[in-house]
């Protein structure tokens, strides 16, 4: 098990997902919870509770601690990092990419607000950083390091006993965190984590947009496929297809790997009934996925973005979704097996935005 406590932005995760996919190791990305704001997956008051942690402990492997000179500045560079992405579009991303979240509890729900003080404060810096990063010749450097100071002071003013009072008082419990935090674990480790249920959202924030396929119907076919070719019968025999298909659909496009509007483009067949031919089924040790082709409304062709359309069926234990587009690849490697299927199957459903 590789356990890595700083790994916060995307080139990271691209990292750890090569060491997966060459090692069949599993990465599980463990966050704080917090219910975030319209461009940050982590609201003012968490962001409050992380300066005011750093400014309480000492001998920090990194020197970020009470005894850093510009504490609060790294602190607004990790919160920047997010920018741009709200609570969900977060967590989607993180689940996308490698098939599972765990969230660690943080702040109580029922919470008195943060002070206006502090508040006001870590705002100002907030919007100080944002001014800087634009900046080329770092003329809001200066302003930066004084509200840093002002933040640290802020926070540790409030009248010192009290700010620590409520500051303590809006956590949670660490045993509880790590209680909760263990029990995710323990859930995933079991194969019984669940997706958190996607929202249609304003197209603003919208992440994917995908053909949705009834259940029922790729269970059928899979079945069907089982019982008329023995490689395809070895394969599932031992795969409680049932509970790993919960749903399924056929994505379109994704605003990660391809932009947002090459997703908003489907809008005109949104709520659509999409006839989807499904031509193959492709497995190897920890993937399956029906290589999909989506038809046309109306006598508009409707194409799919991805380079290998598919409908995933099956992961492996610690494998993100994603991880299927890899399938192909497998196949020509010889580390995967391509089943025709004999005519292909035409099977219906509707264009949603997820």
Same mark, same amino acid.
């Given at each position: ?74 602190? +607004?560079?990790? /919160?920047? +990092? ?63 390091? *004084? ?45 019984? /984590? ?42 599932? *025999?031992?795969?409680?297809?049932? $509970? ?12 990660? $790997? ?7 483009? /489907? ?14 089924? +492709? ?67 509707? +264009?949603?935005?997820?």
């Amino acid at each position: 098990m590789l356990a890595d406590k700083n790994a916060p932005n995307e080139k990271a995760w691209r990292q750890i997902e090569k060491m997966c996919l060459s090692t069949n190791a599993s990465a599980i990305p463990v966050v704080p919870d917090s219910e975030g704001t319209e461009i940050n997956p982590f609201s003012v008051d968490a962001l409050a509770i992380f300066i005011f942690r750093v400014l309480h402990r000492a001998n920090h492997p990194g020197n970020l601690d009470k005894s850093s000179p510009n504490a609060g500045c790294v602190l +607004l560079m990790f /919160y920047h +990092l997010y920018e741009g992405k709200n609570r969900q579009e977060f967590e989607s991303e993180l689940i996308e990419r490698f098939g599972s979240l765990v969230r660690m509890p943080l702040l109580k729900p029922e919470r008195s607000p943060l002070p206006d003080s502090v508040r006001s404060i870590i705002e100002d810096g907030i919007n100080l950083y944002k001014l800087h990063k634009k900046s080329k010749i770092g003329v809001y450097k200066r302003d930066i390091c *004084k509200r840093e100071s002002e933040m640290g002071e802020a926070i540790e003013g409030y009248s010192t006993w009290k700010c620590r009072l409520y500051l303590n008082s809006i956590q949670v419990p660490f045993e509880f965190a790590v209680k909760e935090v263990l029990e995710q674990l323990r859930a995933i480790a079991r194969a019984e /984590y669940a997706a958190p249920t996607s929202e249609k959202r304003k197209l603003g924030s919208i992440v994917f947009g995908a053909v949705s396929l009834p259940v029922p119907e790729i269970l059928g076919l899979l079945n069907d496929l089982a019982q008329k070719d023995p490689k395809v019968g070895d394969f599932l *025999k031992d795969k409680s297809l049932k $509970s790993c298909i919960q749903k399924a659909h056929l994505t379109l496009a994704h605003k990660r $790997s391809h932009d947002v509007t090459a997703v908003a483009k /489907y809008a005109s067949f949104l709520d659509q009934r999409v006839p989807v031919e499904l031509a193959a089924l +492709l497995f190897s040790e920890k993937l399956a996925a029906l290589e999909a082709e989506p038809g046309s409304v109306e006598g508009e062709k409707v194409n799919s973005e991805n380079q290998w359309p598919h409908v995933t069926v099956w992961t492996g234990e610690g494998v993100a979704v994603r991880e299927a587009n890899t399938l192909p690849q497998l196949l020509s490697q010889g580390k995967a097996t391509r089943i025709d299927i004999n005519p292909p199957v035409t099977i219906t459903g509707n +264009l949603e935005f997820f």
